[in-house]
Every structure is written in C-alpha cells, then in structure tokens.
C-alpha cells in the first residue's frame, strides 16, 4: 500500500497545479480585455480626430485600405470615415491652403489621390487596393497612392 502522506501531498500538489492554471487563465482574460478596451479607445481617438484633421483622415483611410485580412476589410464596406469641416475661405483671397491644386479647398493635392472633401466611403479604397498595399510584415505601406471615389 501506498504511502498516505505521500498520496496527501500528491493531491496537494494537482490541486496546486490546477490552481495555478486557473489564476493564469483568469490573468489572461484579463490582459485580453484590457487590451481590447485599449484598441477601442484609441480607436476611437483616432476617429474623432480624423473628425478635425485631414491628414488624420488620410491616414486611417490608409490604414483601412492596408487590411490584408479579407473579414477585416469586409468590416468596412460602406463606412464613410468622419470627414473635416471645409474652413470658410474669404472672398478675393485664396486660402493659400496646401493642395489646393485639386479645387477641392481639401487641403488635399491631387498627388495625394483621396478626396476627402466629398465623404469619400472607405469600401471604395479597399475594394481598389486590397491586400496589395502592405508591406510583407503586414505594416501600411506609406508611399501608396489610393484612389477614391467621391460619393454623392
């Protein structure tokens, strides 16, 4: 027969072990959590100020046409990222604003390719660029030109 002391110890120890696996599973649901709450709260950030910023604009455009995973990119067909308030020009004066080659008053050249003056819809630059334009590491390519549509 086996000895009882060390039968005790043995199930102390499984219960140890089951323990401890269990505060890491915790441990880990909480990290992914946090970590999840973090991307939306930045991703939010980064929305609103796009809301202000043109080049904010541009950038999460860009972002979004860099997908490289198709569910990711189908996650924003038909989403009209927040577009920047036009700011009022003053008669017989051209703003003299960046980009104004395009006549859009975007601030936006027509080198840069988006439009964003007329709500452009991201669907249109992921559906014309796809996973084409990231890197081999999956990073946004930053020399990427994406052409948008304008919607009405």
């Known amino acids: 027969m086996a000895d009882p002391n060390l039968e005790k110890l043995q199930r102390q120890y499984e219960q140890a072990k089951a ?13 992914r959590k946090l970590d999840a709450r973090r991307k939306i709260i930045l991703g939010g950030a980064l929305i609103e100020k796009a809301s202000r910023d043109p080049e904010v604009t541009r950038l999460l455009m860009s972002l979004v046409a860099g997908l490289a995973r198709v569910q990711d990119r189908k996650a924003f067909e038909g989403w009209v990222p927040p577009a920047p308030a036009a700011p009022p020009e003053v008669e017989g004066k051209g703003s003299g604003s960046r980009g104004e080659a395009d006549g859009t008053g975007s601030g936006l050249g027509t080198e840069e390719g988006a439009r964003l003056d007329g709500r452009t819809s991201v669907a249109s630059a992921v559906s014309e660029t796809g996973a084409q334009d990231t890197e081999a590491d999956g990073a946004v390519d930053p020399d990427v030109n994406v052409q948008m549509e304008r919607q009405p």
Request: overall charge positive.
């Open 19 to 31: 323990r401890l696996q269990s505060a890491r599973a915790r441990k880990a649901a909480k990290d």
